[in-house]
């Protein structure tokens, strides 16, 4: 599935999943490990409320949650990519 077609498919359920791949696999204010998984890079200026999460990772990771997928290859937008996470309650912000 791509990512794209994860759009279609996300939940919150995903949402929770990639919460807890990033507290196993991320430390502190470390989020290498994220950006090695989504192939995002760090961010300039938009970031998820609550531990401070990079948006668009935090959102493309939960994209390849709801697709099954580990790929990388897309141009979806900061917006695209966190429009399922507002679905979801998860609030950007800078």
């Known amino acids: 599935m791509t990512l ?3 759009l279609k498919v996300v939940s919150a359920t995903h949402v929770m999943a990639a919460v807890q791949w990033i507290e ?4 502190a204010d470390d989020f290498s490990n994220l950006f090695r998984r989504t ?3 760090m ?4 970031y ?3 531990r401070h999460y990079p948006a668009k990772a935090f959102g493309y990771l939960v994209l ?7 790929r990388t290859e897309s141009r979806l937008t900061v917006n695209m990519v966190t429009g399922p ?5 998860v609030k950007s912000m800078g």
């Open 4 to 6: 794209e077609e994860a």
């Open 24 to 27: 196993k696999h991320c430390t």
């Open 39 to 41: 192939g995002r890079q």
């Open 43 to 46: 961010p300039r200026h938009r």
């Open 48 to 50: 998820v409320e609550g």
């Open 64 to 70: 390849q949650m709801a697709g099954g997928t580990t």
């Open 85 to 89: 996470l507002k679905k979801s309650g």
